[in-house]
């Protein structure tokens, strides 16, 4: 089956560092991949959806200019920090889509922790 | 606004026991509805249902989809410990975004 990773899968950075997440597609071309923050016992929070080659698209106050999303590749995108804070810190999962197989079913990857402090 | 509401929130049971885990959904244009498992990292796939009242099956698990009430349900049967975990529900809009609801936390005791 279609395989998702992320790296780091769990980081710990300082107030004020900026943290890069790298989320990647091993075994398929994901058109379009999504970010998701999930908080302790809560559910999984679409950030933003990016698709390879343009800008992202943010859901509603989510900051742009914190949340950093470039989807350069066809098997790679990536989410930067910017400027982190404690409350910032959470699970970050992606996932991703490949269209050309007709279904639009989205992978998950296994998720990157990130404490701030 | 569209959302998704899963109940209960969470649910402690006895091995052996069976449940039934709840979904309900308000969403603008409605394309499918998929249920996963959450345990520690990101969440596995476990049905996708799009056409009301056929009912799929897997092991111990079973789904169906009321599409005129709004509403799905998962089943588990004769539970077991590895059965625990968090139970997310979430729906496919128009736009295949996927809107998730809180989840139920299950947790099944020896």
């Known amino acids: 089956g279609a395989v998702v990773s992320q790296h780091p899968s769990w980081v710990i950075c300082k107030s004020g560092t900026s943290v890069k997440i790298e989320c990647r597609s091993l075994?398929?071309?994901?058109?379009?991949m999504f970010w998701y923050r999930q908080f302790p016992k809560q559910s999984l929070m679409l950030m933003a959806t990016s698709n390879e080659g343009s800008k992202a698209t943010y859901e509603q106050g989510v900051e742009k200019d914190k949340f950093l999303i470039n989807h350069a590749s066809l098997t790679l995108s990536t989410l930067t920090v910017t400027s982190a804070h404690p409350e910032d810190s959470s699970f970050y999962i992606c996932?991703?889509?490949?269209?050309?197989?007709?279904?639009?079913?989205?992978?998950f990857g296994p998720g990157t922790r990130l404490t701030v402090t | 606004e569209d959302k998704v509401v899963q109940s209960p929130l969470s649910l402690v049971v006895h091995e052996g026991d069976t449940v039934t885990l709840n979904c309900s959904y308000e969403?603008?244009?409605?394309?499918?509805l998929l249920w996963y498992k959450q345990e520690k990292k990101a969440p596995t796939f476990l049905f996708m249902l799009?056409?009301?009242?056929i009912e799929k099956k897997s092991g111990r698990l079973s789904s169906i989809l009321d599409k005129k009430e709004l509403f799905s349900i998962l089943n588990i049967t004769a539970t077991q410990t590895g059965d625990s975990a968090v139970y997310l529900c979430a729906v496919w809009d128009s736009s295949y975004k996927l809107i998730f609801g809180s989840g139920t936390r299950l947790l099944v005791r020896p």
């Open positions: 996932s991703a889509r490949e269209l050309t197989s007709g279904s639009y079913e989205q992978y």
């Open positions: 969403v603008t244009n409605f394309r499918s």
């Open positions: 075994d398929f071309q994901a058109t379009t």
């Open positions: 799009t056409s009301s009242g």
